[in-house]
């Protein structure tokens, strides 16, 4: 695993965390910047990507 791969993961988790409730279409797309960057740091640690919408509640099988 890689420290920037992590890093990405973390900051892409933060990003979604903070916009994936809002209403607005700009908290949307932040929040989907946030799960994109997420799994772009994901994929670099080898692991499986996100694949449900910011905020659905989901739980990753």
Excluded: C, W, Y
């Amino acid at each position: 695993m890689s420290i920037e791969g992590k890093a990405k993961e973390a900051a892409g988790f933060v990003k979604e965390e903070l916009h994936e409730h809002g209403k607005s279409p700009e908290s949307k797309e932040k929040a989907q910047e946030g799960r994109d960057l997420r799994n772009e740091g994901r994929l670099e640690d080898g692991k499986a990507p996100k694949t449900t919408t910011p905020g659905s509640g989901h739980p990753e099988k």
